[in-house]
């Protein structure tokens, strides 16, 4: 098992370069949706019928400060899921949304 002369198992090492790669991507993630509530129209929000721009920035700079400081491991688990999800909701809903009132729609 100790084949690469760790003082562990290679799985353990697998699993941690694993979790700290989950880590910093959903940092990452939080960041990038931080940045693009920042440089969005505060009148987007209102006319994709979403919260303010305010209330994104500050939803998505905190999930973005609380992915950074607790990690997707031991007790801060569930602040990092809390920040996941905060940064998921402003990616997959709101984003589209905004990109969509701003270009005008669907045009085929």
Do not use: N
């Not at 562990?8 to 979790?19: E, L, N, R, S």
């Not at 960041?31 to 969005?40: D, G, S």
């Not at 700079?61 to 920040?83: D, H, K, P, Q, R």
Request: charged share 15%; aromatic share 12%; proline share 4%.
């Amino acid at each position: 098992m100790r084949s690469s002369g760790l003082p562990y198992p290679d799985g353990v090492f697998v699993a941690t370069v694993i979790v700290t790669v989950i880590h910093w991507a959903g940092a990452l993630a939080g960041l990038f949706a931080f940045v693009h509530a920042l440089t969005q129209r505060a009148d987007a929000y209102s006319a994709a019928d979403r919260k303010t721009k305010p209330i994104w920035m500050a939803i998505t700079g905190g999930s973005t400060a609380v992915m950074a400081l607790f990690g997707f491991w031991g007790a801060g688990t569930i602040f990092f899921l809390a920040g996941c999800v905060a940064t998921l909701v402003y990616l997959v809903d709101v984003r589209p949304k905004l990109i969509e009132v701003q270009r005008g729609g669907r045009s085929w």
